[in-house]
């Protein structure tokens, strides 16, 4: 059975900064493509980050510079680092897990994903 559980949400000030962890289980975690996606009340989910098997990365352009993603394979879990955090950052951030050797935009495509974490900035 297939697990992405995610944690470390929370209220944060604006220009504050918070992690984020999604950790895996049921998956050989090291050959997955983990991406990050986010969804504010009355919008669409969207993507903000993903990560190769091999550490490649991607941003989407309004957290560049202000968000890191990153992976520990020994204890298959990703993380989104969350730096300079503004009021538009709120939403319910998910970790999601493709079986690619690749970088995944397209949340459609996906295989796995977690129940998610409410992250609320505050101005």
């Known amino acids: 059975q297939v697990q992405l559980v995610e944690s470390g949400g929370g209220l944060v000030q604006a220009g504050g900064s918070l992690r984020l962890s999604c950790a895996a289980s049921?998956?050989?975690?090291?050959?997955?493509?983990m991406g990050w996606f986010r969804q504010a009340p009355g919008k669409e989910r969207e993507f903000v980050a993903a990560?190769?098997?091999?550490?490649?990365?991607t941003y989407v352009d309004s957290v560049k510079g202000r968000f890191a993603i990153s992976r520990d394979n020994a204890k298959n879990t990703v993380y989104l680092q969350m730096n300079r955090v503004n009021p538009e950052d709120t939403a319910v951030y998910y970790c999601?897990?493709?079986?690619?050797?690749?970088?995944?935009?397209?949340?459609?495509?996906?295989?796995?994903w977690g129940r998610g974490t409410q992250v609320t900035v505050s101005s």
């Open positions: 999601a897990a493709k079986k690619t050797n690749i970088i995944v935009r397209n949340k459609s495509t996906y295989d796995y």
């Open positions: 049921g998956i050989s975690f090291s050959i997955y493509a």
């Open positions: 990560i190769t098997s091999s550490g490649g990365m």
